[in-house]
């Protein structure tokens, strides 16, 4: 029978919420810099290279492998089954 074990996942859900904390606190300053920069009326930002995602529209055959980006974590619940011995 599967099991799951509690204290891994209170674990693994803290962290997760920890990361996600994280996330929104660098969303959060990066709309107030943006919000800043409309305010004293800056319209548009250049940038000295081109934004990856413009530069993965051109085909690049021998680069598309190595452009994989990371694997979204298991969810909690599989990654804590296990098997008991009774």
Known sequence: ??????????RK????????????????GTLRLFVDFKKSGLKVVELPH?????????PQAEEEPQAEEPQA???VEEVAESSTQE
């Open 1 to 10: 029978m599967p099991t799951v074990d509690v204290e891994q996942n209170i």
């Open 13 to 28: 859900l803290r962290e997760t919420i920890e990361q996600m904390t994280q996330e929104v606190f660098r969303l959060q």
């Open 73 to 75: 974590e298991e969810p």
């Open 50 to 58: 081109e934004p990856r995602e413009e530069a993965e529209e051109e």
